[in-house]
């Protein structure tokens, strides 16, 4: 099992930018896909973004493209989320998330093959 803990949440005008941080302890997460998937008021979780286990492939939601990257830091531990030209419907609170599964090919969009969850942080962007 691996430990995940988010942190570079905050308040932020529309336009501006936020970047994530999730730091993994335990085990390595070398291996593991991982990703952000975030919840607003009164909706579903939702995937926003993944990385393959090396880094080479990544996946965004439609609603993001463009304006959000991920990466990660295998060395450290670390997956990041940076957010450019936030808009106020990317106002939620934001999960990393680890595969359930090993040396998986594909980045998974569904939230039941993530089994290691961060406790999440708030984004909020005002208008």
């Known amino acids: 099992q691996v430990q995940l803990a988010e942190s570079g949440g905050g308040l932020v005008q529309a336009g501006g930018s936020l970047r994530l941080s999730c730091a993994a302890s335990?085990?390595?997460?070398?291996?593991?896909?991982m990703a952000w998937f975030r919840q607003a008021p009164g909706k579903e979780r939702e995937f926003v973004a993944g990385?393959?286990?090396?880094?080479?492939?990544?996946y965004y939601v439609d609603s993001v493209k463009g304006r959000f990257t991920i990466s990660r830091d295998n060395a450290k531990n670390t997956v990041y989320l940076q957010m450019n030209s936030l808009k106020p419907e990317d106002t939620a609170v934001y999960y990393c998330?680890?595969?359930?599964?090993?040396?998986?090919?594909?980045?998974?969009?569904?939230?039941?093959?993530?089994?290691?969850w961060g406790q999440g942080t708030q984004v909020s962007v005002s208008s």
């Open positions: 335990g085990r390595s997460f070398t291996g593991y896909n």
């Open positions: 990385i393959r286990w090396g880094g080479s492939a990544t």
């Open positions: 998330a680890a595969d359930r599964r090993i040396w998986r090919v594909a980045i998974s969009t569904t939230m039941n093959e993530y089994g290691d």
